[in-house]
């Protein structure tokens, strides 16, 4: 089964999510050429960046990178574990709560509430 590669971030001029393809280019200023990250054919914030996991929610919402989830009693925050290669799912509620691997039995009975940029208060220990 293929996944579908797609990538969300802020745009730099609009402050709007845009979606679509990464690219890491340059862009020519009086200094020089400067580092810029696009999304879709925009200029983006590059720490906005965020990856479409493959997965969808209970209400067939796409699934993000550092989306916040809210399932049963608990909130998660989405992220991608590097030494396990997968995206995973922290507890915001409970300190010593147990991260687990985002999968796709706890994804569709779960509901994407927010994300950390746009609704930093639901972060609560971060």
Not at 30 to 52: A, H, I, N, S
Not at 83 to 107: H, R
Request: glycine share 8%; hydrophobic share 35%; with cysteine.
């Amino acid at each position: 089964m293929e996944r579908e590669i797609i990538f969300r971030a802020k745009a730099v001029n609009t402050e709007m999510w845009v979606y679509g393809d990464l690219v890491h280019n340059q862009k020519v200023t009086k200094e020089g050429l400067e580092p810029r990250t696009m999304v879709g054919g925009y200029e983006v914030y590059k720490d906005t960046v965020c990856q479409f996991t493959g997965q969808t929610d209970k209400n067939v919402k796409r699934i993000y990178e550092h989306d916040i989830l809210f399932g049963g009693l608990h909130y998660w925050l989405v992220y991608y574990d590097q030494d396990e290669c997968c995206f995973a799912l922290k507890d915001l509620e409970f300190e010593c709560g147990q991260d687990g691997v985002l999968n796709t039995s706890y994804a569709k009975k779960a509901e994407v509430v927010g994300n950390k940029f746009d609704n930093p208060k639901l972060l609560k220990g971060e």
